[in-house]
């Protein structure tokens, strides 16, 4: 059974730092591209940024361009979302992805407020 879990939201402060992550199993987590897509509070889904099986590139919506990376250690089987300096436009559930598939974890809530 394929499983993403994902952890590490939590409420930070304008500016801040936060590291998310998703832990997987189920599948060949190495043999796949991954994403990370996120859902505001009354808002669609947003694709946010994605990384190839290999871990060798990595893309980004605009929004975040600069301020999140994207990174895999597909031995540990760990996807990670390194964000800095958030804005409350950051705040949201954020989801890890099997990229092209309907396989999503629970999510991981992150709030940017002061």
């Known amino acids: 059974e394929v499983q993403l879990v994902e952890s590490g939201g939590g409420l930070v402060q304008p500016g801040g730092s936060l590291r998310v992550s998703c832990t997987a199993s189920?599948?060949?987590?190495?043999?796949?591209?991954m994403t990370w897509i996120r859902q505001a509070p009354g808002k669609g889904l947003e694709w946010v940024a994605g990384?190839?099986?290999?871990?060798?590139?990595?893309d980004y919506t605009d929004d975040v361009k600069g301020r999140f990376t994207i990174s895999r250690d597909n031995a540990e089987r760990t996807l990670d979302l390194q964000m800095n300096n958030l804005t409350p436009e950051d705040t949201a559930n954020y989801y890890c992805?099997?990229?092209?598939?309907?396989?999503w974890g629970q999510g991981t809530q992150v709030t940017v407020s002061s």
């Open positions: 189920g599948f060949s987590f190495g043999s796949y591209s």
């Open positions: 990384i190839n099986s290999g871990g060798s590139k990595a």
């Open positions: 992805n099997i990229e092209g598939t309907g396989h």
